[in-house]
């Protein structure tokens, strides 16, 4: 079973930040809603550090020397384009030796509205036995996250642990991941989850499309 960390479910500033991206009064200003997904993947990026391995190094200082606990293996952090690249930013100020791994895919639609996942291509480093960390600010149906990590996943590329971060999920999204991955190391991070889908898969309440709103409508 996927283990999941929603936390917006206790008091933070990360509440801050997700309110004003939801919030129709605010998030038109582009500058600022990227930065609110910045400053998000920064805190995510610090939460999960505390799950990362450590190992101590003899630090020398102007004065003596000190032994610390510092990050063992830097992880991997992938990001599917184009809204995931402001957190994806957020967790490299964090994470700023870490190996990159970048993601295009998008829905492509039928006249009936239906869609299949175009994954176009990646671009990756070497997750074989590292930590993953993949970067997607909206969970909505699932089925473009899991298309692209199973695109990621082959015999030469098994990454020892998986972290998912979403700023918002759907309870439905949430629930394709772990009917898709019950038996993967995999933990969702979450700022919300929200109970609602439309018809065409946008979260309710959510937040609207975060890759039209941090760069601008696609045609």
């Not at 997750?127 to 600010?137: A, F, Q």
């Amino acid at each position: 079973m996927i283990k999941i960390n929603n936390l917006g479910e206790n008091n933070s500033v990360i509440n801050n930040f997700i309110s004003e991206l939801r919030n129709v009064d605010v998030q038109n200003d582009r500058l600022r809603f990227r930065k609110n997904l910045e400053r998000l993947g920064e805190l995510f990026a610090y939460e999960i550090s505390k799950t990362l391995n450590y190992k101590t190094e003899t630090i020398v200082t102007p004065l003596g020397s000190i032994d610390m606990n510092i990050i063992a293996e830097q992880p991997v952090l992938a990001t599917i384009l184009r809204a995931g690249l402001p957190m994806h930013q957020g967790f490299l100020n964090i994470f700023d030796q870490a190996d990159n791994c970048f993601i295009a895919a998008h829905r492509k639609y039928d006249k009936n509205e239906n869609y299949d996942v175009n994954v176009e291509y990646y671009s990756s480093a070497n997750i074989n036995n590292k930590t993953l960390i993949i970067i997607d600010p909206m969970l909505s149906t699932g089925v473009s996250l899991v298309k692209c990590i199973n695109d990621l996943l082959n015999e030469d590329m098994k990454p020892k642990e998986i972290h998912i971060v979403n700023v918002l999920a759907s309870r439905e999204g949430v629930e394709y991941l772990q009917r898709n991955f019950n038996n993967t190391n995999i933990t969702l991070w979450v700022g919300a989850i929200d109970e609602e889908l439309t018809a065409k898969a946008y979260i309710v309440p959510g937040l609207g499309d975060a890759g039209d709103l941090a760069y601008g409508k696609k045609e």
